[in-house]
């Protein structure tokens, strides 16, 4: 593959080199760097933006990507305004639907930054990976097996994000609709 000095010149099967999936061992900093930046957003986004630590690294000793996923619910009227201030703050948008966007910060033309962050704009209510970083966070046997089933993910799909993604949809509907009908 030949090197960019821009992400965006690359295609998706180049990002997924240069971006495999890692899983990693449960890390303390991961708290301290959701803190971190979560009050660092509180400073930079509108008041009426809540921001919840969500993925796998919100989600007590199990293994995860080494990145920090981030849910900011606001009024879909706020959304263009947030995108702005997250674009001049080093947030890179990846993908932007009608009332969601997506960001990254910490993905480097060279590879992943030491603090790599994922950003999920939404609007208020839009929050199922709150109901399963809860409900995993209630049930470690659960937790667990999603530990287990992303571990048996990991090579298989370790240059593919979306079948990764895909592989585990299933699992995370059936504990997430469960946490919403409130078996938690």
């Known amino acids: 593959m030949a090197m960019s000095n821009s992400l965006s010149d690359?295609?998706?099967?180049?990002?997924?080199?240069l971006f495999p999936i890692q899983l990693v061992a449960p890390r303390p900093k991961w708290q301290t760097w959701y803190a971190e930046e979560e009050?660092?957003?509180k400073h930079l986004l509108p008041a009426n933006a809540a921001i919840s630590h969500v993925?796998?690294?919100a989600i007590a000793n199990i293994w995860a990507k080494?990145?920090?996923?981030?849910l900011v619910e606001a009024p879909h009227a706020n959304h263009a305004t947030i995108k702005e201030i997250l674009e001049q703050n080093d947030y890179i948008c990846m993908a932007q639907r009608e009332n969601r966007s997506d960001f990254n910060k910490g993905y480097l033309p060279q590879g992943f930054a030491e603090r790599v962050f994922h950003l999920h704009l939404r609007v208020p209510g839009d929050n199922?990976?709150?109901?399963?970083?809860d409900y995993l966070n209630n049930h470690p046997e659960i937790a667990h097996q999603y530990e287990?089933?992303?571990?048996?993910?990991?090579k298989p799909y370790e240059y593919d994000r979306d079948g990764y993604t895909a592989a585990k949809t299933e699992f995370v509907k059936k504990y997430?609709?469960?946490?919403?009908?409130?078996?938690v």
Request: net charge positive; hydrophobic share 40%.
């Open 55 to 57: 993925g796998s690294t």
């Open 148 to 154: 287990e089933l992303k571990l048996a993910l990991w």
């Open 39 to 41: 009050r660092r957003l």
């Open 176 to 183: 997430t609709q469960l946490a919403r009908r409130g078996k």
């Open 66 to 70: 080494p990145i920090v996923d981030i």
């Open 10 to 17: 690359l295609s998706l099967e180049e990002l997924w080199q």
């Open 128 to 133: 199922d990976e709150i109901y399963f970083r």
